[in-house]
T-cell receptor, first 116, second 113 residues
Framework: SAVISQKPSRDICQRGTSLTIQCQVDSQVTMMFWYRQQPGQSLTLIATANQGSEATYESGFVIDKFPISRPNLTFSTLTVSNMSPEDSSIYLC?????????????FGSGTRLTVV | GDSVTQMEGPVTLSEEAFLTINCTYTATGYPSLFWYVQYPGEGLQLLLKATKADDKGSNKGFEATYRKETTSFHLEKGSVQVSDSAVYFCALSLKTSYDKVIFGPGTSLSVIP
């Protein structure tokens, strides 16, 4: 299965600032996904990022707040802009890859963000 | 819309007890079904999956069977260990153009010695 390197693993940021999270995959993938996990909650998809096209955002998430870059088939970034304490969450990237039974999803270890 | 429902937690069991975590889904079409596990302070790991009706996924003593007639994918383990303490997420994905994964709310499991 793919290995995903996500960084930073954690950060504490001041409100009003922005943080860019990086996701590097050890193989080429078409689709990359960004999720948010608020404290004690499940995972919610923020957006899907395909290489060479603009990201597709889920309801409740907008590009101005969560701009995404996808410059090549192994790398993506998610920026959390103009942060507030409500943005304190774990942010995870994920990729879909073929496996022996069709396809599977692998997740990065996450970025634990605290906004103060 | 498409969704996943799990039994409410937290669940507390004694070591070697039998575990069942119920999961039901609503989906337009025929989803693939997954169980993910998140150990304290760690990321998300795939525990098992099933891609079609009557498939049984299994891993580390855990099992779940894809039941199309009841739209369920209940997780079971015959004898839990303290090391199984984690949050378990049931999830589905659909073969749409964006193929996203939809997660249930998660069930926290604590196993006590």
């Amino acid at each position: 299965s793919a290995v995903i390197s996500q960084k930073p693993s954690r950060d504490i940021c001041q409100r009003g600032t922005s943080l860019t999270i990086q996701c590097q995959v050890d193989s080429q993938v078409t689709m990359m996904f960004w999720y948010r996990q608020q404290p004690g909650q499940s995972l919610t998809l923020i957006a899907t990022a395909n290489q060479g096209s603009e990201a597709t955002y889920e309801s409740g998430f907008v590009i101005d707040k969560f701009p995404i870059s996808r410059p090549n088939l192994t790398f993506s970034t998610l920026t959390v802009s103009n942060m507030s304490p409500e943005d304190s969450s774990i942010y995870l990237c994920s990729v879909r890859l073929p496996d022996s039974s069709g396809y599977g999803y692998t997740f990065g270890s996450g970025t634990r963000l605290t906004v103060v | 819309g498409d969704s996943v429902t799990q039994m409410e937690g937290p669940v507390t069991l004694s070591e070697e007890a039998f575990l069942t975590i119920n999961c039901t889904y609503t989906a337009t079409g025929y989803p693939s079904l997954f169980w993910y596990v998140q150990y304290p302070g760690e990321g998300l790991q795939l525990l098992l999956k099933a891609t079609k009706a009557d498939d049984k996924g299994s891993n580390k003593g855990f099992e779940a069977t894809y039941r199309k007639e009841t739209t369920s994918f209940h997780l079971e383990k015959g004898s839990v260990q303290v090391s199984d303490s984690a949050v378990y997420f049931c999830a589905l994905s659909l073969k749409t153009s964006y193929d996203k994964v939809i997660f249930g709310p998660g069930t926290s499991l604590s196993v006590i010695p």
